[in-house]
């Protein structure tokens, strides 16, 4: 499974980046905003870190205008992905978009139904919102589950990008679903590599070889 980091801030996106860990990039209107920067100069950024597809998401309703923006988004550079609504305006742009060769992530997703429908419109990638569908009592690794199932058969070749990544428990359970990547929250990546017994061994190692050298004087 595929890591991308879920944010729009450079200095995070350049430290996961050197752990090799940064495969590609998700970004929204709330997480840019939160920044404080230039859109265009924040998705350059990233894109310049990281090789992989980084998102960047349209705001316009109807289908003509989200065109227009991702025909703009498309040419700042080789791996964005323009990222658009779930909604009928948005399948109508994913479509014609598709045909142009422009990639495109579909977002909030919360049924396979979306998925598919998503993935029929010719969508690079959707994105399931697992942390959101099980705050109104979904259960969304069914959903993920259910869809990589779906694609598997009639195969399509969508990727699933499992978002709203709350926890450790998320990304380990979207690894088992089938999910093509995980995209994870910047605050969430320490996690990853840490455990309790970990940091424990690692005083005790040091307390024995601290012992050991002291025993060779």
């Known amino acids: 499974m595929k890591f991308f980091l879920d ?44 090789k992989g ?36 305006q948005g399948i109508k742009a994913v479509n014609i ?47 993920v589950r259910d869809l990589r199932k779906v694609f598997d058969v009639y195969g399509f070749k969508t990727e699933i990008i499992s978002a709203s990544i709350r926890s450790l428990k998320h990304v380990e359970e979207a690894a088992l679903a089938g999910s093509h990547i995980a995209t994870i929250p910047g605050n969430l990546f320490d996690k990853l590599w840490s455990h309790p017994l970990t940091d424990k061994g690692l005083v005790q190692f040091k307390k024995d070889w601290d012992a050991y050298l002291n025993t060779e004087r």
Request: one cysteine or more.
């Open 7 to 50: 944010t729009a801030n450079v200095e995070e996106v350049k430290r996961i980046a050197d752990l090799g860990l940064a495969d590609g990039v998700t970004t929204n209107p709330t997480i840019i905003a939160k920044e404080g920067k230039n859109f265009k100069e924040v998705i350059l950024e990233i894109c310049n870190i990281v």
């Open 53 to 88: 597809p980084v998102s960047a998401e349209v705001t316009s309703d109807k289908a003509e205008d989200m065109i227009k923006e991702a025909m703009e988004l498309a040419v700042w550079a080789p791996n964005i992905v323009v990222k658009i609504p779930m909604t009928e």
């Open 97 to 143: 978009l598709s045909k142009k060769g422009i990639k495109t992530n579909v977002t909030l997703i919360f049924s396979v139904t979306q998925g598919l429908i998503a993935a029929k419109a010719g969508a690079t990638f959707v994105s399931p919102f697992l942390g959101r569908l099980d705050d109104i009592g979904g259960d969304s690794l069914k959903v």
